[in-house]
């Protein structure tokens, strides 16, 4: 998707019944015009500020919206300038008590709009962490709702039916610098994109970071498992000898203090479980926003503490089995 907003129009204004003709014959889909104001919107039992967006039919394509009742805009309410609304389904619970509100009525900054339609919950944490009371309107209905807003087009969103957005940016920014007398300061293009490429480029890095973190503090965990499975045989080396003694073979013990140092890594493994359950808990009620534990994560974890406390527990196990009986019986 290219959202473009136009700052001067050169006296050459794009105007609502020419939004599909400016991409004909392009390898653009569909455009939309895309005028956001907020209002105060009142039902039965809730007055909140509500962004509203005064749209057109192409708009729902454009930006993968989904219903869960009734239907979105048409060409017919856009003609006869209707006062109908589609609501998310936070401003229809909130405001009207339920979600399957089709047929009542909202009031917009005072005016009566019929709800035609609402859309289908989001349970994204990110949908949870920004402002959900959001409804769209006509746009020619939005001109008479607000100030500021004519049937000259000064933001609009077009989408792309191939892979390519960079060359579409640049198809519609010649189609624009053309109208606009070549003033390339007239409009901006925003390329979703570029952001969908700098959030991975984000995300790459923090995996990175944190991967080096993790990879830290496994180094610092085995290390210490290593220190312990050292002193503990040290403290035993008399014990390590009297079972050589006895018969048991190099093979025997180094199992067992193998064993030794794999029980501390795992217990360790575990109470960072509970404790990262705990704390996903005390997130859920505090910020109300679901987090979960996956048990893929869980298994990852329990597998990498296996592989840390058998790498740094065998120079311990290694170093009691190679010991001679008679040299370990006569430790103090």
């Known amino acids: ?10 006296n050459a204004p794009i105007k609502l019944s020419e939004m599909q003709e400016l991409i004909q014959g392009t390898g653009m889909d569909e455009a939309a015009p895309s005028s956001q104001t907020t209002v105060t919107a009142s039902g039965i039992y809730e007055e ?7 749209t ?7 930006q993968g919206l989904t219903l869960a009742d009734g239907r979105f805009l048409m060409r017919p309410d856009i003609d ?4 109908v609304a589609v609501v998310s389904a936070e401003t229809a619970t909130d405001l009207l008590g339920r979600s399957n509100v089709v047929g009542e009525t909202i009031k917009l900054n005072g005016k009566e709009f019929l709800i035609i339609g609402v859309l289908e919950e989001e349970e994204t944490a990110v949908s949870s962490m920004t402002d959900s009371y959001a409804a ?4 020619t209905a939005l001109i008479r709702l607000t100030e500021g807003v004519s049937m000259n087009v000064t933001s609009f969103c077009v989408s792309v039916n191939g892979e390519d957005m960079d060359a579409a940016e640049e198809e519609l920014e010649t189609i624009l610098m053309k109208r606009f007398g070549q003033d390339e300061d007239a409009f901006s293009i925003f ?3 570029a952001v969908a490429e700098a959030m991975s480029s984000v995300t790459g890095t923090l995996s990175l970071l944190l991967g080096g973190i993790a990879a830290i503090s496994l180094l610092v965990g085995g290390i210490g498992i290593m220190n312990i499975m ?9 014990e390590i000898g009297i079972r050589k003694a006895i018969g048991a073979g190099r093979g025997t013990i180094m199992t067992q203090f193998l064993t030794e140092a794999l029980m501390v890594s795992l217990s ?16 859920d009620l505090a910020g109300g926003v679901e987090y979960g534990l996956s048990g893929g994560v869980v298994l990852v974890s329990v597998v990498f503490s296996v592989a840390i406390g058998v790498i740094f527990g065998i120079y311990p196990a290694n170093k009691a089995a190679k010991m001679k009986p008679v040299d370990a019986l006569r430790f103090n």
């Open 230 to 238: 050292l002193v503990s045989v040290t403290e035993r080396t008399r």
């Open 56 to 62: 057109t039919a192409s708009y729902m394509n454009i």
């Open 191 to 193: 390329n979703q994109s």
């Open 268 to 283: 360790g493994c575990f109470l960072g479980i509970i404790f990262s359950w705990f704390v996903i808990i005390m997130i």
């Open 48 to 54: 909140e500020s509500v962004n509203v967006t005064g």
């Open 136 to 139: 769209y309107i006509p746009y």
């Open 1 to 10: 998707m290219l959202n473009v907003t136009i700052t001067d129009d050169h």
């Open 80 to 83: 006869n300038h209707s006062n």
